[in-house]
Every structure is written in structure tokens, then in C-alpha cells.
């Protein structure tokens, strides 16, 4: 059989092209690190075997960091003054779009306020994305027996946070309500107005609400909520 000799001139040139396809390296795939990193948070950083990042007076603080399940954490206790909890993870949507969520809460002996945050990557830039997770309010937290009364009496919502935890595994963020502030407050109140309202954060108000993550959607929505909250001893 006679080989064509255009294909004899062109098969060094195929060779070489199959040679190259085979020799590029697979792309590294972008880690929680380095999302972390580029939505602008406080660097992580490797240090030998381990991760680290600069904390509040500027030494350097252990990261745990879950490379398998897109998720890392660490605290801060500062000057002993208050405390400061991390966290980001990692969530892909169903066509491989890369979210990271980041929660940063700090407790200051008094109470507990926090920051959350979501980016999505787009094009190599880590982009705001908060329509992607909606907040609770303190009044999504109202149990059916406590809506009645936060109708009558609004300002009983005041000064009550909401705390985040983001997780290692599976893709459920959890959101709890802080009363800690709140219940400081009731001190300044008469002691029948201070009974009723404490009767009201100790029992009106669900323990938790589940933000579940819809991978096809690219979004989280409020799912199954706690049972009704009781302080210890109650």
C-alpha cells in the first residue's frame, strides 16, 4: 500500500503537536486558599506543613485549613480583649462556578457581631455575589407563638445578631440567633417589663435556621429551622 506523500510530510507535525498535548500539565484546581486570598480577606499563607495568617497584633496565628472539603478556620484572641472566629468555604455550583463564603465574628466581652460575605469567581477575579445568600433577620427566627408578641412590641427584636457557621462537610450553612446583647440590656429595664421580655427571648425564637445550598440554582435558600431556643437552666 503507497502512503500518500502529503500525509508522510505532515505526519512529523501531528507527532510533535500529540507530543506537546501529552506533556502540558493538568491545571491545578483553585483551592478555598487561594479564593480566600483573592476575595481580599487576611492572607493565608503556607508555613512547612502547616498554614498560618497574621492576627490582630500582628504575630503570626495556625490556620486549619481542609483542602478535600474547601473549608478553613481560625481565632484570635488578640490582646485577651475579645475574640475573633474565621471561617471561609468553598461551594461549586453544578456548572463548576466556584463560590466562597466567609464569616468573621468578633466577641468583645459584651457580645458577638459578625460580617458574612460571598464572592464567585469570574474570570479569574473573586466578584461580590450576595444575592447568592440570603440573611435572616431576628424575626425570621420567631417561633408561631412569639410573632404575636414581636407584632405588639417591635423594639423587643432590638439588639439581638445573627451568627453563621459554615461547613466542613456536606454544604448546609448554619444560622443562630444571639441574645447576648439583649440580655445585657434587660439590667436597665423595670422588673416587670425586664420578666416579660426576658419570658420573650427564652422562649419566642427558634434555635437555628439551615441556609441549604441548591448546586443546579448557584444559590441558598432558608430551609429547615431549629426547635424553639431555651436557655440553659430554663
Request: aromatic share 8%.
Amino acid at each position: 500500500m503507497r502512503i500518500p506523500f502529503a500525509f508522510l510530510l505532515a505526519f512529523p507535525l501531528i507527532l510533535a503537536a500529540g507530543e506537546s498535548s501529552a506533556a502540558e500539565p493538568k491545571k491545578a484546581q483553585t483551592t478555598v486558599v487561594d479564593l480566600h486570598n483573592q476575595a481580599g480577606h487576611d492572607a493565608v499563607l503556607r508555613r512547612g506543613d502547616g498554614w498560618v495568617t497574621v492576627g490582630m497584633v500582628e504575630e503570626e496565628l495556625p490556620v486549619t485549613v481542609d483542602l478535600k472539603n474547601g473549608f478553613l478556620e481560625w481565632s484570635d484572641e488578640g490582646t485577651g480583649g475579645g475574640t475573633r472566629k474565621v471561617q471561609s468555604a468553598l461551594f461549586r455550583t453544578a456548572d463548576r462556578l466556584s463560590l466562597l463564603v466567609s464569616f468573621s465574628a468578633l466577641f468583645d466581652g459584651v457580645g458577638v457581631g459578625g460580617t458574612l460575605t460571598v464572592h464567585e469567581q469570574r474570570e479569574g477575579k473573586m466578584v461580590p455575589a450576595d444575592e447568592r445568600l440570603p440573611r435572616p433577620a431576628p424575626a425570621a427566627f420567631l417561633t408561631d407563638a412569639g410573632a404575636p408578641l414581636a407584632q405588639q412590641h417591635p423594639d423587643w427584636l432590638e439588639h439581638l445578631g445573627v451568627l453563621y457557621t459554615l461547613p466542613r462537610v456536606g454544604t448546609t450553612i448554619v444560622a443562630t440567633l444571639d441574645q447576648t446583647f439583649a440580655h445585657l440590656k434587660l439590667r436597665e429595664l423595670p422588673e416587670a417589663e425586664r420578666a416579660a421580655r426576658e419570658a420573650f427571648l427564652d422562649e419566642a425564637f427558634h434555635a437555628s435556621i439551615e441556609l441549604t445550598f441548591d448546586k443546579k440554582a448557584g444559590k441558598f435558600s432558608l430551609g429547615r429551622k431549629g426547635a424553639a431556643a431555651k436557655r440553659p437552666g430554663k
